[in-house]
């Protein structure tokens, strides 16, 4: 929440060092800026892909916090029959999936890292090479003014696609949150006596025979 207001800054701050760009290097940065719309739908994939997986991996962690409960409230009747190997059998497997999905967030997040600290210097070169190959002198005045200006544009353009991804995990847990406190209650089974019935008792067995 307290980045909250990148969303609409980072889009100024775009635009601004992008027109700075277009004073000190002319049209050649237009090169740059169709990098960054391929480089966008690229990050775009990944970020989608990454939610997708940290749902799965929700879900499987869930799956396993149940068992793990059901097993501990449930423990002296798998240990009086035995059931130690099913269940543990079944917890590892749950936990080998959950491995594997977080296993994939990590894969898919650092190629998504790498993407978004690279993105910038793919930009910077792609504009100065361009400059360079329409017949411009690179002096250090310019090269240098456009390294600061890309240098600067680096963070709008890291903290956005972060901001979005951080903006649908949360929307991820407010749905979660929302699934479970909309969840019906428990309904009370016992049926209790209307009021003003003669019998006082709530329970009442006659000729009962109990044996252990």
């Given at each position: 929440?307290?980045?909250?207001?990148?969303?609409?800054?980072g889009?100024?701050?775009?635009?601004?060092?992008?027109?700075?760009?277009?004073?000190?290097?002319?049209p050649s940065v237009?090169?740059?800026?169709?990098?960054?719309?391929?480089?966008?739908?690229l990050?775009?994939?990944?970020?989608?892909?990454?939610?997708?997986?940290?749902?799965?991996?929700?879900?499987?962690?869930?799956?396993?916090?149940?068992?793990?409960?059901e097993?501990?409230?449930?423990v002296?009747?798998?240990?009086?029959?035995?059931?130690e190997?099913?269940?543990?059998?079944?917890l590892?497997?749950i936990?080998?999936?959950e491995?594997?999905?977080?296993?994939?967030?990590?894969?898919v997040?650092?190629?998504?890292?790498?993407?978004?600290?690279?993105?910038?210097?793919?930009?910077?070169?792609v504009?100065?090479?361009?400059y360079?190959?329409?017949?411009?002198?690179?002096?250090?005045?310019?090269?240098?003014?456009a390294?600061?200006?890309?240098?600067?544009?680096?963070?709008?353009?890291?903290?956005?696609?972060?901001l979005?991804?951080?903006?649908?995990?949360?929307?991820?847990?407010?749905?979660?949150?929302?699934?479970?406190f909309?969840?019906?209650?428990?309904?009370s089974?016992v049926?209790?006596?209307?009021?003003?019935?003669?019998?006082?008792?709530?329970?009442?067995?006659t000729?009962?025979?109990?044996?252990?």
């Open positions: 929440a307290g980045s909250i207001h990148t969303l609409w800054d889009f100024f701050q775009v635009f601004g060092y992008v027109s700075l760009l277009l004073y000190y290097l002319g237009f090169a740059g800026i169709a990098a960054m719309l391929v480089i966008i739908p990050n775009a994939y990944f970020l989608k892909r990454l939610s997708k997986l940290r749902s799965a991996n929700l879900s499987m962690t869930d799956e396993r916090v149940k068992l793990t409960n097993v501990f409230q449930g002296r009747a798998i240990k009086s029959y035995s059931w190997g099913p269940f543990v059998d079944q590892v497997k936990r080998a999936e491995i594997r999905t977080l296993k994939a967030c990590a894969n997040r650092a190629i998504l890292v790498s993407m978004l600290s690279a993105s910038p210097s793919i930009v910077s070169v504009t100065l090479g361009l360079a190959l329409l017949g411009n002198t690179l002096t250090p005045v310019k090269v240098f003014t390294l600061a200006l890309f240098n600067q544009l680096r963070f709008p353009l890291i903290f956005l696609p972060i979005l991804n951080n903006l649908t995990e949360g929307k991820l847990s407010l749905e979660r949150l929302h699934k479970f909309s969840a019906d209650e428990v309904e089974y049926e209790r006596l209307p009021k003003g019935h003669s019998s006082k008792v709530a329970i009442s067995i000729g009962g025979l109990f044996e252990w």
